[in-house]
């Protein structure tokens, strides 16, 4: 399976961006697609996550009521719309996917435990 990010970019405060996670090779629609980043100087964060058929969806406390995340399963794609960005949004931000397993949270935040699958990450830049 192969994922790879798309979407980043430079932006100002305050505005938006869409990020989208192609998924190919040996993958179907049941399987748990999330959003990770990594800020400058900081450890990984998990973002997002959504199960198959959008069952279970979650939000980190950092980006709730300004990211959405979504998938279309007949196009094998994730997305993860930013609004509101902030400068502390900046980051490398990964897709990733545990498989057909489905979104692992421990003590209120998204594990990475289990994402088997990794895309290269796509940088966001958010100006002040």
């Known amino acids: 399976v192969q994922l790879q990010a798309s979407g980043g970019g430079l932006v100002q405060l305050g505005g938006s961006l869409k990020l989208s996670c192609a998924a190919s090779?040996?993958?179907?629609?049941?399987?748990?697609m999330s959003w990770f980043r990594r800020a400058p100087g900081k450890g990984r964060e998990g973002v997002s996550c959504?199960?198959?058929?959008?069952?279970?969806?979650y939000y980190a406390d950092s980006v709730k009521g300004r990211f959405t995340i979504s998938r279309d399963d007949g196009k094998n794609m994730a997305y993860l719309q930013m609004n509101s960005l902030r400068v502390e949004d900046t980051a490398v931000y990964y897709c990733?996917?545990?498989?057909?397993?489905?979104?692992?949270?421990?003590?209120?935040?998204?594990?990475?435990?289990?994402?088997?699958?990794w895309g290269k990450g796509t940088q966001v830049t958010v100006s002040s």
């Open positions: 990733a996917s545990p498989g057909v397993a489905g979104c692992t949270v421990v003590a209120g935040d998204l594990s990475a435990y289990g994402m088997d699958y």
């Open positions: 090779g040996r993958t179907d629609s049941s399987f748990t």
């Open positions: 959504i199960s198959r058929s959008a069952r279970s969806v």
